[in-house]
């Protein structure tokens, strides 16, 4: 079974401060690996995809996260927070075909200090 | 815009009885997801179709069913509602040369009071 697991539920930077959010997965075969934004009382959007091409990946609104097969990892970093960064991120996990569902972590609140 | 369309957005009904929540893929995907995110769970996968095929199935419960029609939309039916089925019901789709990425709509709040 396939799982991820982001520590921490709440992380708070100042802005213009390097944002780190953790994310650890689980799988027996090469998954792929997602970053998801939800705003309050919003969906959630895609912010970037893990898909077994480049181990650095490049999302949107500056995001970008590392996957590190002998860490199980896939961070999410951005350089410098913006106030507008302040939502709940989701890392999740799927496979392909009939088990291409989304596995997603807990969550992670970051807010931005001004 | 993701595409996908969700409705109604809000939903408030009494225990014990049944709703329609319905979604509309994009245009061309034939894959349609639903998740359901709640405080105590968290976002958990219910249901997935395929071309109209139920594909795979998660933590779904014997009270909800779900179906996707010939013109790909999608509906959960949810019956015998409980307090806490009270959640935020998200679809999602998929298909064509993104058939990896799961584009979501805004999602249905329900409230069982």
């Known amino acids: 079974a396939q799982s991820v697991t982001q520590l921490g539920s709440h992380v708070s930077v100042s802005e213009g401060a390097l944002v780190l959010l953790r994310c650890n997965y689980s799988s027996s075969v090469p998954p792929y690996l997602f970053w998801y934004v939800q705003y309050p009382n919003q969906g959630l959007q895609l912010l970037l995809k893990?898909?077994?091409?480049?181990?650095l990946v490049k999302g949107i609104n500056g995001f970008e996260a590392e996957f590190k097969k002998s860490e199980t990892s896939f961070h999410l970093t951005k350089p410098s927070a913006h106030m507008s960064d302040a939502a709940e991120y989701f890392c999740a996990v799927s496979g392909t075909g009939a088990n291409s569902k989304l596995t997603f972590g807990k969550g992670i609140t970051l807010s931005v200090r001004p | 815009d993701s595409g996908v369309t969700q409705t109604p957005k809000h939903l408030i009904t009494a225990t014990g009885q049944r709703v329609t929540l319905r979604c509309s893929p994009r245009s061309g995907d034939l894959s349609v997801y639903w998740y359901q995110q709640s405080l105590d769970q968290g976002l958990q996968f219910l249901i997935q179709y395929y071309n109209g095929e139920e594909r795979a199935k998660g933590n779904i419960l014997e009270r909800f069913s779900a179906q996707q029609f010939p013109d790909l939309h999608s509906e959960l039916n949810l019956s015998s509602l409980e307090l806490g089925d009270s959640a935020l019901y998200f679809c999602a789709s998929s298909g064509g040369s993104r058939s990896n990425e799961q584009f979501f709509g805004p999602g249905t709040r329900l409230t069982v009071l």
């Open positions: 893990y898909t077994s091409a480049a181990t």
